[in-house]
């Protein structure tokens, strides 16, 4: 029996790999041996950047509702703790939009906290 090469498929996932190759620099976006190392790459970023995006939103979270806290009379540490004590959980995502945008609702929070 002759040997086969399924052509179709071949080129299908070659086509794949250079369509997202595309933009890049020289080799790196028209031949497929180098493309394939470019995109893995990227990809490998790109992963590692959605993890990284978590981090930095929570850090973000963190600084401004440090800022709307000190603003108020307490630091952020001291806030947490006196929100775990009383008992109230809202999270620091929403913690901090009411802190930039609503700062006498977050006051009204911080005096309850504090009590």
């Known amino acids: 029996m002759p040997r086969t090469n399924n052509h179709v498929a071949s080129r299908e996932k070659r086509k794949k790999v ?3 190759a595309k933009g890049n620099w020289g080799a790196r976006g028209n ?6 190392g470019t995109v893995e790459k990227g990809l490998q970023h790109a992963y590692d950047h959605r993890k990284n995006k978590k981090r930095e939103f929570r850090k973000l ?3 401004r509702i440090n800022a ?4 108020n009379g307490t630091s952020y540490s001291k ?3 006196d929100m775990f004590k009383a008992g109230i ?4 995502k929403t913690l901090a939009a009411l802190a930039v945008d609503h700062p006498d609702a977050f006051a009204e929070i911080v005096k309850f906290v504090s009590k």
């Open 89 to 92: 959980s809202v999270n620091r």
């Open 31 to 36: 031949v497929y041996t180098v493309a394939k």
């Open 18 to 20: 250079l369509k997202e």
């Open 79 to 81: 806030f947490m703790n």
């Open 68 to 71: 709307g806290a000190r603003n």
């Open 61 to 63: 979270w963190i600084t």
